[in-house]
């Protein structure tokens, strides 16, 4: 049995610059813990493969597309590959997330990913 304790796992570097932790990943899936404090949102961005997100503490918007949707915790939102979407902390209290991709994405798609989001920005 392995056990996962979030705040023992490293924070992954992010163009976002949120607190972004990969807690399980293996050949189909990958999890994301992410921890938004008040005010933090991500860069609005698309990722090639199929998410979902799974609100565990708190609450904020996530937007997909041209939906936006005031979510709280226990909430699933699906998000499809290639739709833009982004998650805000508009409130005062921590939001914490689920992020899970699946299928896992590789290496080459997430660059990709990255280099297209950093293109929107300028």
Known sequence: MQVV???DVQRVQNPHGVDARKIHENEHIQAVHLWLKPGEQLIKHATPVDVFFYILEGNGIVEIGDEKQHVTK?????SPKNI????YNDGDEDFRILVVKTPRPSNEQNKQAVQAMMMGLK
């Open 5 to 7: 304790k979030i705040k």
């Open 84 to 87: 833009p979407h982004c998650l």
């Open 74 to 78: 226990d909430m699933l939102v699906d």
